[in-house]
């Protein structure tokens, strides 16, 4: 249970199922754009008009509610984004997908990819399954983080980070104190002092955004118990 959260399937394999003109659509409703750190790529509540594959980069997607942000999950590179969209009633994005580095992505006019959809069933079944995974993801990560404390849910995201995203112990993370916060559900602040603790305990070592994870086994047991 400890990766649900964050474990991922790339999707540029869908690719391979489609014709040499189905190819000629999406490319003639194609566009490959730059993005900064922090820059909008799609925003929730706008009209979804398009869809969006990572050809590099980390990605935060996120719900803007009454009172606060809530980061649904994250994605890498090699992945669709907007998705959920293609055939919702309101034709709204649900969420907003911000990168957290530099990033290059390739943006489908969603009329196109639609047609494609409809023209080839074996790339929409690969579609139909990547949402399925979507939906899993999200929803067993949230049922990991009602069942955790405070920092069983930061010892969490450290070994999810290490296990699934960078895999290696020590690492620089592009996310800040905030997205950790909005990711966990917690205030930043109760996030930087279940840090430090951390640290004091000799579980982890900090230098700014980089973490190196110095007794996993321990870090595994606040996982399960906090």
Not at 98 to 113: L, M, N, Q, R, S
Request: net charge neutral; glycine share 4%; aromatic share 10%.
């Amino acid at each position: 249970m400890l990766l649900d959260c964050l474990n991922d399937i790339k999707h540029d394999l869908a690719f391979d199922l489609l014709t040499e003109s189905d190819w000629e659509i999406l490319n003639r409703n194609k566009t490959t754009v730059h993005y900064k750190k922090n820059e909008i790529i799609l925003k929730q509540g706008t009209i979804a008009n398009s869809i969006v594959f990572s050809k590099t980069g980390f990605f935060k997607l996120s719900m803007e509610g009454s009172q606060k942000n809530v980061i649904l999950t994250f994605k890498g590179s090699n992945t669709f984004l907007g998705l959920s969209c293609l055939h919702y009633q309101h034709n709204v994005y649900l969420y907003t997908v911000t990168p957290t580095e530099d990033c290059e992505v390739d943006i489908y006019d969603a009329t196109a990819f639609k047609e494609v959809l409809g023209r080839n069933i074996n790339f929409s079944n690969e579609i139909i399954k990547f949402l399925n995974h979507n939906s899993a993801r999200i929803f067993k990560r949230f049922m990991n983080m009602t069942e955790k404390n405070a920092r069983g849910k930061v010892a969490f995201m450290l070994v999810c980070m290490a296990n699934s995203v960078y895999f290696k112990d020590e690492y620089t993370m592009t996310l800040s104190r905030q997205d950790m916060a909005d990711f966990l559900g917690l205030s930043m602040e109760n996030v930087i002092r279940i840090l430090k603790e951390l640290e004091s305990d000799g579980l982890i070592e900090m230098n700014g955004k980089t973490f190196k994870l110095k007794n996993k086994e321990s870090l595994h047991r606040v996982c399960e118990f906090g």
